[in-house]
T-cell receptor, first 113, second 116 residues
Framework: AQSVTQLDSQVPVFEEAPVELRCNYSSSVSVYLFWYVQYPNQGLQLLLKYLSGSTLVKGINGFEAEFNKSQTSFHLRKPSVHISDTAEYFCAVSDYFHGDMRFGAGTRLTVKP | GAVVSQHPSWVICKSGTSVKIECRSL??????MFWYRQFPKQSLMLMAT?????????EQGVEKDKFLINHASLTLSTLTVTSAHPEDSSFYIC????????????FGPGTRLTVL
C-alpha cells in the first residue's frame, strides 16, 4: 500500500517570494505522483503529475515539482507566489495497477501581501 | 478536458433521512469511479471504488450498508447516505477514471452534506 506524508501543515509566505511544499511517499511498487490544489468549498484541481520520463514536471500557474526516487520525494515549488495562490495543496500517489489514490494531509499555503 | 459533475452541490437534511448524491462524467466514459469524504481541514479519505456494473469495493471502516453506491452506467455513479446522522456531515467528492494507461482521475466539485 502507498502512503503520502506532507511535511508541513501550514506554510505562510510573502507575495512574490519563492515557496516549496514538501511531499514524501512510500510504496512497494512503482507509482504515479500528483499535486492538487483546493480552494474553499471546491473540488480538486490538478496542478501537475509525474507519470514517467523527466523528473522535473511543470504544471499550471507556474508550479513545478521534481520527482526524486532515491529520496522518495515529490516537492512542489514556485519561484514567485501570488495572493491568489492561497489555498490547500494536496500531494497524492496512485499505483500503476489499481488506480486508487492516496492523499497526504494537505498543506495550507497562505500568501501575505 | 474531462469534466466530472456532482449534484447537488450542497444539501441539508434531517437526521434519519437518506440523501442521494450523483456523480457524472460529462464527456467521457468512466470505467471506475471513486468516492471520497473530506472532513473540515482534513485530507480526502477514500471511501469506496466502484466499477460499472459490479459491486463497489469499500475501504476498511466504511459501512457499505450505510453508504450505498450504485454505478449503473459508464457516466453515472450515485452515493446514497442512508439514515444520515450529524456525524455524516462532510464534504463528499467523487472522481472518475478514464481507463486509460495513466490512471488519471478527474474530480468532481464536491457535495457539502449537512445533517441536522
Amino acid at each position: 500500500a502507498q502512503s503520502v506524508t506532507q511535511l508541513d501543515s501550514q506554510v505562510p509566505v510573502f507575495e512574490e517570494a519563492p515557496v516549496e511544499l514538501r511531499c514524501n511517499y512510500s510504496s512497494s511498487v512503482s507509482v504515479y505522483l500528483f499535486w492538487y490544489v483546493q480552494y474553499p468549498n471546491q473540488g480538486l484541481q490538478l496542478l501537475l503529475k509525474y507519470l514517467s520520463g523527466s523528473t522535473l514536471v511543470k504544471g499550471i500557474n507556474g508550479f513545478e515539482a521534481e520527482f526524486n526516487k532515491s529520496q522518495t520525494s515529490f516537492h512542489l515549488r514556485k519561484p514567485s507566489v501570488h495572493i491568489s495562490d492561497t489555498a490547500e495543496y494536496f500531494c497524492a500517489v496512485s499505483d500503476y495497477f489499481h488506480g486508487d489514490m492516496r492523499f497526504g494531509a494537505g498543506t495550507r499555503l497562505t500568501v501575505k501581501p | 478536458g474531462a469534466v466530472v459533475s456532482q449534484h447537488p452541490s450542497w444539501v441539508i437534511c434531517k437526521s434519519g433521512t437518506s440523501v442521494k448524491i450523483e456523480c457524472r462524467s460529462l464527456d467521457f466514459q468512466a470505467t471506475t469511479m471513486f468516492w471520497y469524504r473530506q472532513f473540515p481541514k482534513q485530507s480526502l479519505m477514500l471511501m469506496a471504488t466502484s466499477n460499472e456494473g459490479s459491486k463497489a469495493t469499500y475501504e476498511q471502516g466504511v459501512e457499505k450498508d450505510k453508504f450505498l453506491i450504485n454505478h449503473a452506467s459508464l457516466t453515472l455513479s450515485t452515493l446514497t447516505v442512508t439514515s444520515a446522522h450529524p456525524e455524516d456531515s462532510s464534504f463528499y467528492i467523487c472522481s472518475a477514471k478514464t481507463g486509460g494507461v495513466y490512471n488519471e482521475q478527474f474530480f468532481g466539485p464536491g457535495t457539502r452534506l449537512t445533517v441536522l
